[in-house]
């Protein structure tokens, strides 16, 4: 028997692990997985293994070469390797969801290459990388195959033109409902987009699970969704629009899938309480620009990697606190209250 | 996971219900003459010379106090010798041979009632300095001088709350003697003039409350109150009690004291009662002996100076399939671990933990933000070690890493095993 000497403290909590965690979304994952399969067949379950291979097999073989470069004896079983995690699992399953069921195999591929090796590895693999993996794979496919992905402006005779696709074309269209109604779109049966994204019931069951094993920050997407709703609302009062404009924004594109699985990655968050609630906040309103100014129809992943520069800034030591002040409440609810009128003048007199 | 951690588990089902084994009477005792807060000292025994209990047998010199070092027993000197101090010191000690006869030295004599009432506030609190009453929470900080504050004390509180998980000395303590407790609170009202006396237990630990609040009624016009607070990690955190107890806000830098309150831990009150009442220094307290590789978890009430190897040959030992060990002296949380168990008893010893050591394999930070919410005084465990890691000063001193109490929170939830507090000791360090 031997004393080993440590520091205090002694005691670990039992049930916190990164494997725990990361399983977890990957179990909150997989209804998505089978819906998407069920609805799209066989094209969705190649289009989701390749984009996990892709991303576990490139991080597989990354760390090989570093491990030989570094003149280390070759092992089947790599030390660095996280797919024991699941992380990179994870990463590979959310990109694949994100994308359409008519992208080719091959973009699929290389989009998984490239996002993981530019987004995580080249940081210094988990937990160091700064920009959402899946989001930025997604975001790497849009812009360089944007005709080849069928992106939701691109309008299928057959299935017909995704909810926002719609409202892209004009932004009060509220023929929208009789398109699909909001059962299709609650359910996701028969509902034109993404693999993973059209099934709003299943993403909040995911959520629950999640939640209920505490494995994310619950007020992430609560203050993302919230902001969007908030805005929808400003816009539809002001403009008497009728309670479709916010449900349809809520549950008829990416976001639920986009504020469950990909705002709350945590290694891409800020950790302050406040900070989580700024930068949802910023998630929901650049979401909302980009959908009601902007070109594209859809715009949660921009907007997940335009915040996720921000996270340094809003951890920065010189103002990241871990509750919030008088002082930073108030202007936090001066910003919400600037971004509700901009947001307005901007629909009604600009847009 | 990640969500705001407050709760700890807390292991103590393992002693609480366990009877005090008493009378555990060592046949030396290892009486250590400097210790980590006392470097010089001098003795005015002789190897073979007779002691008796209560006798002086020299004295500390911590700079600022000095100490008179009591022995024990009674029995012969046997001589000098170096040895483990559960700081983690090896210190000079007496060693003196028990001949159990408890033989009390002169100045050992009661004082009857009416002679405390008169005693003033100057009377008591030498007496509790030449009795050399320490913080007996673990601290070790003499007593007298935090009763020497300048400031107004209304409120004094004992502190019974025993955050820490596995122990179980306090509760014992308080079952056992609860008169002398309630005693000791009243002589150190009177010697602060305090208006009201607070004991402040943990809400889940009903049979302490019904012990206490059955001794209340001897005590009815003393206006004693027993303060119930929630079961969280770190509640016995003085900060922490106070503002439970009394609702009293006492911010980072400042000393209860300033705010008309003075927090006693709860065997230290013993103490005071001892010494005031039978005029004895610290010659015996409550220790549990637990852990998962303990194999008969115990209470135990024993000398000051004994030597931990008996008390855990008392408890039959370390468990047989246990290969690796970690043995700490303190709470798991906080606790010091030592690399042998040949160490004395002080009386800041308020348990002897033997854990099975267990491999935690940690993995790169992924940020999830549980360190920050659970830590009790605000700071960012994870944005700390980030800043040590480039040793960034300004950065540290931004954070204020010098808040942080060292309570082992963060690295208890961290969810990929990092060893946050570890990085806050350095973090602290580094800024020195």
């Known amino acids: 028997m031997e004393i080993i000497q440590k520091s205090a403290p002694h005691l670990r909590k039992p049930n916190a692990s990164v494997v725990r965690m990361m399983s977890d979304v990957a179990i909150a994952l997989s209804p998505l997985v089978i819906f998407a399969i069920y609805q799209h067949g066989m094209s969705a379950f190649w289009i989701l293994l390749v984009s996990v291979l892709s991303m576990v097999g490139t991080e597989y073989l990354y760390y090989q070469i570093i491990d030989k470069m570094n003149g280390e004896k070759f092992k089947l079983n790599n030390k660095s390797f996280t797919i024991y995690n699941f992380s990179v699992v994870v990463s590979g399953l959310i990109y694949g969801l994100t994308l359409s069921d008519r992208v080719s195999l091959v973009v699929v591929a290389i989009g998984g290459i490239v996002g993981v090796f530019l987004a995580k590895l080249i940081f210094g693999g988990m937990g160091q990388n700064i920009f959402n993996i899946a989001a930025f794979a997604r975001v790497f496919v849009v812009l360089s195959f944007g005709g080849a992905i069928a992106y939701d402006t691109f309008v299928d005779s057959d299935v017909g033109a995704t909810v926002l696709g719609l409202l892209s074309a004009d932004m009060f269209d509220a023929s929208v409902t009789e398109h699909y109604s909001y059962w299709t779109m ?41 902001t969007v709703f908030v805005l929808s609302l400003a816009v539809m009062l002001t403009n008497d629009a009728g309670w479709w404009f916010p449900i349809t ?85 001066l910003v919400v209250i600037v971004t509700i009128i901009l947001t307005v003048v901007g629909v009604n007199y600009v847009g | 996971m990640i969500a705001k951690t407050k709760k700890v588990a807390d292991y103590k089902k393992l002693s609480t219900e366990l009877p005090t084994l008493r009378y555990v009477d060592p046949e030396r005792v290892y009486l250590s003459l400097n210790t980590d807060r006392a470097k010089q000292y001098s003795v005015n025994v002789e190897t073979g010379d007779y002691v008796k209990l209560g006798q002086i047998i020299g004295e500390r010199d911590g700079g600022f106090f000095k100490q008179p070092i009591y022995s024990t027993v009674s029995g012969k000197v046997e001589g000098f010798q170096k040895k483990m101090h559960p700081s983690g010191m090896e210190v000079d000690v007496v060693v003196v041979q028990n001949d159990f006869k408890d033989e009390y030295h002169e100045t050992i004599t009661d004082r009857p009632e009416s002679v405390i009432e008169k005693m003033s506030r100057e009377e008591i609190i ?17 007593t007298y001088i935090k009763l020497n504050t300048d400031e107004n004390i209304d409120t004094v509180i004992i502190n019974a709350v025993e955050c820490e998980p596995y122990l ?102 013993a103490a005071i009662f001892e010494a005031l009442k039978h005029n004895l220094p610290i010659t015996k307290r409550h220790i549990t002996i637990n852990g998962d590789a303990i194999k008969f978890p115990q209470n135990i009430r024993t000398r000051i100076g004994a030597s931990i190897k008996d008390l855990i040959k008392l408890s039959d030992g370390f468990i047989d399939e246990a290969d690796k060990i970690d043995l700490i002296i303190g709470g798991p949380m906080m606790g010091k671990s030592v690399t042998t168990d040949d160490v004395l008893v002080n009386q800041t010893v308020t348990s002897v933990l033997a854990l099975k050591s267990v491999e935690t394999y940690e993995e790169p930070c992924v940020r999830c933000g549980s360190c920050v919410f659970s830590c009790p005084v605000d700071i960012q465990p994870v944005n700390i070690m980030n800043a040590y890691k480039r040793g960034d000063k300004q950065a540290l001193e931004n954070l204020e890493v010098d808040k942080c109490i060292e309570c082992g929170l963060c690295a208890y939830v961290c969810t990929s095993k990092i060893h946050l507090t570890d990085y806050m000791r350095k973090g602290k360090n580094f800024l020195r």
Do not use: C
């Not at chain 1, 028969?190 to 920050?217: C, N, Q």
């Not at chain 2, 300095?129 to 003499?142: E, N, Q, T, W």
């Open chain 1, 249 to 333: 924004h809520i549950i008829g594109g990416g976001l639920l899938f986009g504020a469950i699985f990909m705002a709350t990655d945590p290694i891409t968050q800020p950790t302050t309480r406040p900070g989580r609630i700024y930068f949802a906040f910023g998630l929901g309103v650049i979401t909302f620009i980009i959908r009601i100014f902007g070109d594209l129809p859809e715009g949660v992943v921009f907007a997940i990697l335009i915040m996720n520069m921000f996270v340094p800034a809003i951890d920065y030591h010189k103002w990241a606190r871990n509750k919030f002040t008088f002082r930073s409440a108030t202007i936090f609810s």
């Open chain 1, 186 to 226: 609650f359910s996701g049966i028969g509902l034109p987009g993404s693999l993973g994204e059209t099934s709003a019931l299943l993403i909040l069951v995911g959520g629950l699970y999640l939640f209920l094993r505490k494995s994310f920050d619950i007020f992430v997407p609560l203050t993302y969704v919230g």
């Open chain 2, 126 to 142: 030498d007496v509790i300095k030449d009795k050399a009453i320490v913080g007996l929470g673990g601290s070790g900080f003499p």
């Open chain 2, 168 to 269: 179980s000395s306090d509760y014992r303590l308080i079952k056992d003697q609860p008169d002398d407790i309630f005693k000791g609170l009243k002589y150190v009202m009177q010697a602060m003039s305090a208006s009201q006396g607070v004991i402040a237990v943990k809400k889940t630990k009903t049979e302490l409350i019904e012990v206490l609040e059955n001794e209340l009624r001897r005590f009815k016009d003393s206006n004693i109150k027993i303060a119930k607070l929630d079961d969280y990690y770190p509640q016995g955190w003085e900060v922490e009690t106070i503002k439970n107890a009394l609702g009293i806000k006492v911010p980072s830098g400042k000393l209860p004291m300033e705010y008309g309150v003075l927090n006693i831990n709860v065997s230290t009150t």
